[in-house]
């Protein structure tokens, strides 16, 4: 499981990849976070009244928009360093290929912060859900003497995206399945508390291990996600 920060400490806003487990640790924690959804409504006039026949057609997809600092001018570096691995979470993922269409797709991601999950909960908060990075927006808004850019704000949204046929790929442990749960480590974890926390079961941390490939039970990190298979 890879980490990748910007710079910012563990405890801050991070978005996970679903397809590979890498975690992009964000620099410094949102400056503002907005988060729609839209209903699509059909009108149709009514004759002889002034208000028409309105009916509801259907619920659009959430968006969730961040906006964030990216700075390197202690550092007197080029921020673009910073920003550039964040661009994965927007570009084709090869392995989520469709066998058929042969179609890739970005991978499916997920904002973590504070106390959201890392495993969706249907009914949890409104920000609480999967889905696909539809833009970065990057403005570069201090440059060194030479011109390298040295500060940027960046906007993020991503779109709700519910799991269908069309999503799968060519290899199925290589991303979330419908319903795959993770766990996020934190300090002082271990597996078998994980196992227990998760499972009611400490002895069932040998499950965990074997989902996430895990060499090294005991060599856990702060962050690193963590697959948890269904209980069996």
Not at 44 to 71: V, Y
């Amino acid at each position: 499981m890879n980490q990748t920060t910007a710079g910012g400490n563990d405890n801050n806003a991070r978005i996970l990849n679903l397809e590979t487990n890498e975690v992009f640790i964000l620099q410094y924690n949102p400056s503002d976070l907005t988060v729609g959804r839209t209903n699509t409504l059909s009108q149709r006039p009514k004759q002889g009244e002034d208000s028409p026949d309105t009916r509801f057609t259907g619920g659009e997809a959430r968006q969730l928009k961040l906006s964030t600092l990216f700075d390197s001018y202690g550092e007197r570096t080029d921020v673009r360093d910073k920003i550039r691995p964040f661009y994965k979470l927007a570009w084709i993922d090869s392995s989520t290929q469709n066998n058929t269409t042969k179609r890739g797709r970005p991978p499916k991601c997920k904002l973590i912060w504070g106390n959201m999950p890392a495993a969706s909960t249907p009914g949890n908060t409104a920000e609480d859900f999967t889905g696909f990075m539809t833009s970065i927006a990057v403005k570069y808004i201090l440059y060194l003497d030479d011109g390298t850019p040295v500060r940027a704000t960046v906007d993020f949204i991503i779109m709700e995206a519910a799991d269908d046929a069309d999503t799968k790929g060519t290899n199925p442990t290589s991303f979330a399945e419908p319903g795959q749960r993770y766990f996020i480590v934190r300090p002082r974890d271990t597996i078998s508390l994980i196992a227990f926390k998760e499972y009611g079961d400490a002895t069932q941390w040998r499950r965990i291990a074997d989902a996430n490939g895990l060499e090294n039970p005991l060599a856990l990190h702060d962050g690193q996600a963590l697959i948890i298979p269904p209980a069996g």
